[in-house]
C-alpha cells in the first residue's frame, strides 16, 4: 500500500472512530438527558415513597413515614393483619382519603432509591440500581420500558386520587406519556447513567 | 353523588344496602346493618378499631368505601367466634383478662386472628408487627402479647 | 380569656345539696383523709337501690360510677357479693343512673376520678352487702322460726341449723319487708371469699363479642345525629356561614347556631346518620372572626414561660432556712428546666352524648365521669330540674379525665341541640379531629429548679418555680383547691414531696392563655413526678450512689408507702438487673399519689434511636387489694399510658391559635412497640386502707425510661416529649 493510501485509510478510520465516537458521545449525551427526564419522575414523592431501603413506606409530598406502623413483610405487601391491602384497594377512595391501585405495595429492597436515612439516592445510584441485572430481578431495558409505560401500579402516580381534605394529591413533572417517551430514549441510547 | 344499592355477604349472610357509593364500610356495618361492634376510633385507619375482614384480608372498614368491597364477603366481631381461630383468641382475651374499656378489642381481636390464622407461633416481633397498627390507651398491650401466645398454644 | 364559669357554684351546690347540707369535699383527699376510714359511713345506704335480686336467681348491683376500663364494674361488686355471701357467677353489675343515692360517699357527688373509687366505696358496698344478708337471713330466721345467728350463707343460700335451706331468690320478697338494720358485722379478712382474690372482669366476653354496647353505639328510635363545626380558635365565633351545600345533602335535618362554653359559637349539622353529619358539615362553608379571640401560640407561650420560671411565684410551700435558699445563687448546685407541652387524653371511644328533650323532662345517655354535675348542666341549659333530667350512663371507651369537665361542655352541646330539635334523640358525636383539637388538655408546664447540693451529695436546698395554667379556676372546684393562688392540681408531687429536704421553697405562676385545660390522668403527678425522679437521679449520680440506695436515704423515714413499695421493687427486679444485656441499662423512679406508692424498674436500651423498654417490675403499695388481678391490669396499662409522654409525636402544639394535630397521625399515642414487652407487678401485702390504683403507676415510668437513657447516653433529658433520644 502507498503511503497516502496508509494515511488516508488511517485519516478515514480516525474520522470513522471519531464521529462513531462523537456520534457514541453524542449518543450517550441524549442518553443523559433522557435519563435525567426519567429520574426527575423517580424521584417525585408519587413513586420513591415506596422506593423506601427501610422497613416501611413514606407518604405525602413533605415524604413522612407512613402512619400506624405499617411494614414491608416478607415480599413488600406487609404482615398479616396489616398488609397494604388492609387498607389500599384496587383503585383510589377519594372520599377517605386513601390511595389505592391494583395490588398495592412496596417495590423490593434492590429497587431502593434511598438511603436508610430516607434521603434520595444520588442519580448516578439510582440509575445504576434501575440497570444492574444481578439485582434488578434481571429486568433488560425493553422490560423496563413496558414497566414504565404499562404497569397499573406505576401508573397510579399520574392518577393519585384526592387527601382527606378533598385536595389532588401531585403528581409528577413529566405526563405518563412523556415519561415512557424518555424511557424509550434513554433506554435506545443504551440506558447510559451519570458518572457521579 | 346519587345512592346506589350494594349485595353485600356480611358473617354469610346476603345483605343488601342503599348507600352513597363514597360511604366508609364501617358506617354501612353500624349505621345501615346495626352491626355496632366494630368501631369507630380515628376514621383514618390510623387505630385500627374499625378492623373487620374482607375477602379473607384484616381491612380497616374506616376508609373503604362500600364501592370497593364487590362480592368479597365480610366477615365482622360478631362472627368471628364462629371460627375456630376466632374463638380461641376470644377465649384467651377472655381468661387473661386482657380488656379494660374494651372499646379497642374489637379491632385488636381481628388483627390477632388474622395473624394466628396465618402463624400458629408468631414470635414477639411478629405479634409486634401484626398489631403494630392498633391502638390501645388503656394501655393492654402486654396482656394481648401474652393471649396471643396463649391462644396460639391452645389451637396447636 | 378563661373559659367562662357557665354554672354558678350557688347553683351547683343547690343541685347537689344532700339532706346534710351539700358540704362538698375537696376532689383530692388530704393525706390525713386518706388515713382516715369512717367505721361507718354516716349514711345508711339503702340495699333496694343497689340490690336486686331477681327470681332467676340474678343479682344485679347498680355501680355508683362510670366503668371506663378501670375495673370499678367488677371490684364494687365484690365488696358487696363478699359480704352478702351472694354466688359471684350470678352477679351481674349496672352502671347506676344519675341520682342522689349514687353520689360518691365522701366527695358528695357522682363522680370517678382521683382513683378514689374503692377507697370511697369501700366501707360503701361492704355495709351493703352485709345489711343485705342480715335482711335475707332475717327473713329465713322468721321462716323457720329460729334466731338468725343459728344461720349461715354460701353462695346464694340461706342455711337453717336443722338442715333447712332456701335461696336469696326465694327469700328477697319477704326479705325486703324487714327494717333495713342500723348497726353491721362486717366481715373479718380470714373470711373473705372474693376480696383480696384475683377476680376476672365481668365485661369481659361482651367486650370481645361486639355484644357490649358504648355511648357512641346508641340506636334509639327517631334518633338523630348531630356533628359540631366547632370554631378553629377557642371561643371565636363565624362571621358567616353558608349551609347551603350542606342541606342540599340529602337526610340533613337541620343547621344552625349553638353557643359553646368558652363564650364563642359553633355551627351544628343534624342528619339522620354519621356518614351524612359529616359530609354536611365537611359541606360548610364557615368564615371565622379570629380578631375578637386570644390566639395562643405555643412558641410565644414557652417564651413567656420560660421567662416566669425565671421569677418568684405564688408560694405553695416555704420551709426552713432563707438564708440556705438564698445561698443557692452559689456553690454546688444543680440549675435545671423543665418543659411539658399540652396533652390530649385521647380516649378509643371519642366523646358522644345524647340527649332527648320534651315538654318538661329530658332523657340522655352518656358515660360520664360526673354525672351530678353534666345532669345539673343540661338541666340548666333547658330550663329544667336535675330531677326533671333522667341521665343514662353508658359504659364508656376509656376517659383518663377527659369525661370529668366542670362545664360540662359536650352535653351543654347536646342539649342545647336537643332544645332546638324536640322530641327527637340527639347523638352529638365529636370526631377524632374534633377531639384532638377540641381543647382540654393536660396544661403546658415549665419548671425551674435551683438545687444547692451538700457535701453529702444530698439536696440542702430547693428553690422550684412552676408555671402552668390552674386547671380548676373559673371552675365550681376553685374554692376548695385553690388557696393563696396556688391551684394545688399545679404543685402536687413536688409540694408535698416525701424526700426530706429542709430548705425548700416551691411556688407557681398560672397563666392564663386561651386554651381549655383538665386533669389527664395523675394531673399534676405527670410533670412533677418527671422533674423529681429525674433530678434525685441525676443527684444521685453526681453523688455515686445506687439510685434506689439514694432515694432511700432521702425518704422521709414515715413515707412507709413509699419505702415498702422501693423495697420490693429492688427485691423483685434484683435478679434482672444484675445480669442486665450489653447495651441496656436500669431505670428507677418512684412516687405517691392519691395515697398510693408505686416504684418502677426499667430495662432499656436504645432501638432505632428510641428507647426500647424490655422489661418493666412495678411494686405498689395501695392499701388493702380489693382485686389484685385489676391492680396488675391497671399497673400495666397505666405504664403504657404514662409512655404518651415520650412519644415522638406526643405533644399538642398551637400556632397562631390553631392546634396544629389533627389525629392520630401526628398526635401519636403509644403503640404495641411503644410499649413494655412484659411488665411484673407485686402487690405490698397491706391491711390499710384501699387506696387508688388508676393514677399512681401512670408518673413513674417516663423518668424511670428518661433515667436509663441517661445513662446510655450520657444526656439529661428535660423537655417533653422525646423527640429525638
Redesign the interface.
Known amino acids: 500500500m502507498s503511503r497516502s493510501r496508509v494515511a488516508f485509510g488511517l485519516a478515514l478510520f480516525l474520522l470513522v472512530v471519531s464521529v462513531g465516537a462523537f456520534a457514541t458521545a453524542s449518543r450517550r449525551a441524549d442518553g443523559l438527558a433522557a435519563w435525567q427526564q426519567v429520574h426527575s419522575v423517580l424521584i417525585h414523592p408519587r413513586c420513591i415513597n415506596c422506593h423506601t431501603a427501610v422497613e416501611y413506606p413514606q407518604q405525602g409530598d413533605e415524604r413522612r413515614r407512613h402512619y400506624a406502623n405499617v411494614v414491608r413483610g416478607p415480599d413488600g405487601h406487609g404482615v398479616p393483619g396489616l398488609q397494604c391491602a388492609t387498607c389500599h384497594q384496587e383503585s383510589n377512595a377519594n372520599s377517605t382519603g386513601v390511595p389505592g391501585s391494583h395490588d398495592w405495595h412496596l417495590a423490593p429492597l434492590s429497587m431502593a432509591w434511598q438511603d436508610r436515612n430516607d434521603k434520595p439516592l444520588s442519580s448516578a445510584a439510582i440509575c445504576r440500581a434501575i440497570t444492574d441485572r444481578r439485582t434488578n430481578h434481571n429486568i433488560d431495558g425493553p422490560a423496563l420500558l413496558k414497566h414504565n409505560a404499562e404497569d397499573t401500579l406505576v401508573g397510579w402516580a399520574w392518577e393519585p386520587g384526592r387527601d382527606i381534605h378533598g385536595n389532588a394529591r401531585t403528581v409528577p413533572p413529566l405526563s405518563r406519556a412523556e415519561f415512557a417517551e424518555a424511557t424509550r430514549q434513554w433506554v435506545e441510547a443504551g440506558m447510559p447513567c451519570p458518572q457521579l | 353523588m346519587a345512592p346506589a344499592t350494594y349485595e353485600l355477604t356480611v358473617n354469610g349472610q346476603k345483605r343488601s344496602v342503599t348507600a352513597d357509593p363514597g360511604t366508609p364500610l364501617l358506617w354501612i356495618l353500624r349505621d345501615e346493618l346495626k352491626l355496632t361492634g366494630t368501631k369507630y376510633g380515628c376514621g383514618i385507619a390510623a387505630c385500627g378499631a374499625c378492623t373487620v375482614h374482607v375477602g379473607g384480608v384484616a381491612t380497616r372498614s374506616c376508609i373503604v368505601p362500600v364501592s370497593l368491597i364487590g362480592d368479597r364477603p365480610i366477615v365482622t366481631i360478631e362472627a368471628i367466634g364462629q371460627d375456630p381461630v376466632g374463638r380461641a383468641i376470644q377465649d384467651a382475651w377472655v381468661s387473661h383478662d386482657v380488656v379494660q374499656c374494651g372499646y379497642c378489642q374489637s379491632g385488636q381481636i381481628m388483627s390477632a386472628v388474622a395473624l394466628l390464622k396465618s402463624n400458629r407461633k408468631p414470635t414477639d416481633k411478629d405479634i409486634e408487627q401484626s398489631m403494630g397498627g392498633n391502638i390501645c390507651r388503656c394501655g393492654t398491650y402486654v396482656r394481648i402479647r401474652e393471649a396471643i401466645k396463649m391462644a396460639g398454644g391452645a389451637q396447636s | 380569656m378563661k373559659p367562662a364559669q357557665q354554672i354558678s357554684r350557688r347553683a351547683f351546690l343547690a343541685a347537689s345539696g344532700t339532706a346534710a347540707g351539700g358540704l362538698l369535699v375537696s376532689l383530692y383527699f388530704d393525706r390525713p383523709l386518706h388515713a382516715q376510714q369512717p367505721a361507718q359511713n354516716p349514711r345508711i345506704y339503702p340495699p333496694d337501690a343497689f340490690i336486686e335480686i331477681k327470681s332467676d336467681g340474678k343479682i344485679v348491683i347498680q355501680v355508683n360510677r362510670l ?5 370499678v364494674q367488677t371490684a364494687l361488686p365484690m365488696l358487696l357479693a363478699d359480704e352478702m355471701d351472694a354466688d359471684w357467677s350470678q352477679v351481674v353489675p349496672e352502671l347506676a343512673p344519675a341520682a342522689d343515692i349514687y353520689r360518691d360517699p365522701m366527695r358528695g357527688f357522682q363522680m370517678v376520678g382521683g382513683s378514689g373509687s374503692i377507697a370511697t366505696s369501700f366501707q360503701q358496698y361492704r355495709e351493703l352487702g352485709a345489711r343485705t344478708r342480715a335482711m335475707l337471713v332475717a327473713a329465713a330466721a322468721a321462716r323457720w322460726t329460729v334466731a338468725p345467728e343459728q344461720c349461715r350463707t354460701e353462695a346464694s343460700v340461706v342455711r337453717g341449723p336443722a338442715g333447712q335451706s332456701a335461696k336469696y331468690a326465694e327469700l328477697a320478697t319477704d326479705a325486703a319487708r324487714i327494717s333495713v338494720p342500723a348497726t353491721v358485722q362486717l366481715k373479718k379478712p380470714a373470711d373473705f371469699r372474693l376480696i383480696g382474690k384475683q377476680v ?2 365481668l ?3 361482651a ?8 355511648g ?2 346508641l ?1 334509639l328510635p327517631g334518633m338523630k345525629v348531630a356533628l359540631v363545626a366547632h370554631p378553629p380558635v377557642f371561643g371565636a365565633r363565624p362571621k358567616s356561614v353558608d349551609d347551603t351545600a350542606a342541606r342540599s345533602i ?1 337526610g340533613v335535618a337541620n343547621v344552625f347556631q349553638i353557643p359553646t362554653v368558652s363564650g364563642g359559637t359553633a355551627v351544628a349539622v343534624v342528619a339522620d ?3 351524612t353529619a359529616k ?1 354536611a358539615r ?1 359541606a360548610l362553608k364557615v368564615e371565622w372572626d379570629l380578631t375578637a379571640v386570644e390566639r395562643p401560640d405555643s412558641a410565644a407561650l414557652w417564651a413567656t414561660y420560660r421567662q416566669l420560671a425565671g421569677t418568684p411565684g405564688n408560694v405553695a410551700v416555704t420551709r426552713g432556712d432563707r438564708a440556705a435558699l438564698d445561698a443557692l445563687a452559689s456553690g454546688d448546685r444543680i440549675v435545671a428546666e423543665y418543659e411539658f407541652p399540652f396533652l390530649a387524653h ?5 366523646l358522644n352524648t345524647t340527649v332527648r328533650f320534651d315538654e318538661g323532662r329530658a332523657e340522655v345517655w352518656a358515660g360520664s365521669q360526673f354525672q351530678t354535675v353534666d345532669q345539673a348542666a343540661i338541666a340548666e341549659v333547658l330550663g329544667l330540674k336535675p330531677e326533671q333530667v333522667t341521665f343514662h350512663t353508658e ?6 379525665g377527659r369525661r370529668a369537665t366542670a362545664d360540662s361542655h359536650v352535653q351543654r352541646e347536646a342539649a342545647e341541640i336537643a332544645k332546638r330539635v324536640p322530641g327527637t334523640p340527639i347523638k352529638v358525636i365529636w ?3 374534633d377531639d384532638v383539637q377540641g381543647g382540654y388538655y393536660r396544661p403546658m408546664h415549665a419548671h425551674r429548679v435551683e438545687v444547692g447540693v451538700g457535701r453529702d451529695g444530698l439536696p440542702v436546698a430547693w428553690r422550684h418555680v412552676v408555671v402552668g395554667q390552674s386547671i380548676v379556676a373559673g371552675t365550681i372546684f376553685a374554692g376548695f383547691m385553690i388557696r393563696n393562688g396556688v391551684d394545688a392540681t399545679a404543685v402536687e408531687g413536688v409540694a408535698d414531696t416525701d424526700y426530706a429536704i429542709p430548705n425548700f421553697h416551691v411556688s407557681v405562676h398560672h397563666p392564663t392563655p386561651n386554651v381549655p385545660v383538665l386533669w389527664w390522668r395523675s394531673v399534676g403527678h405527670t410533670h412533677t413526678a418527671f422533674v423529681m425522679e429525674t433530678l434525685i437521679d441525676e443527684l444521685a449520680a453526681r453523688a455515686k450512689m445506687d439510685p434506689i440506695a439514694y432515694r432511700r436515704r432521702l425518704l422521709n423515714p414515715d413515707a412507709k408507702k413509699l419505702r415498702a413499695a422501693l423495697d420490693l421493687m429492688e427485691e423483685k427486679s434484683a435478679p434482672w438487673r444484675a445480669k442486665l444485656a450489653r447495651n441496656h441499662a436500669t431505670g428507677i423512679a418512684c412516687h405517691e399519689c392519691f395515697g398510693t406508692a408505686v416504684a418502677c424498674a426499667v430495662d432499656v436500651s436504645i432501638e432505632n434511636k428510641r428507647p426500647r423498654i424490655h422489661r418493666a417490675t412495678v411494686a405498689i403499695d395501695a392499701g388493702l387489694v380489693v382485686n389484685p ?1 385489676s391492680v396488675e ?1 391497671q399497673c ?6 404514662g409512655l404518651s409522654q415520650l412519644m415522638a409525636n406526643g405533644a399538642i402544639t398551637l400556632k397562631d391559635g390553631r392546634v396544629e394535630q389533627s ?3 401526628r398526635y ?6 411503644d ?5 411484673d407487678v407485686h402487690i405490698v401485702p397491706s391491711t390499710e386502707n384501699p387506696t387508688g390504683c388508676g393514677e399512681p403507676p401512670v408518673p413513674v415510668i417516663s423518668p424511670a425510661v428518661v433515667n436509663a437513657l441517661s445513662k446510655l447516653t450520657g444526656k439529661r433529658y428535660r423537655t417533653l416529649p422525646l423527640v429525638t433520644v
Open positions: 366503668e371506663f376500663g378501670q375495673g376476672r372482669r365485661d369481659s366476653r367486650k370481645c363479642d361486639g355484644s357490649l354496647k358504648f357512641l353505639d340506636d340529602t346518620k354519621f356518614w359530609q365537611d385521647s380516649p378509643m371511644e371519642p359504659m364508656a371507651g376509656g376517659g383518663f370526631t377524632r379531629e388481678l391490669a400495666q396499662g397505666a405504664l403504657v399510658f389525629n392520630f397521625d401519636t399515642p403509644p403503640y404495641i412497640v410499649a413494655p414487652v412484659a411488665v
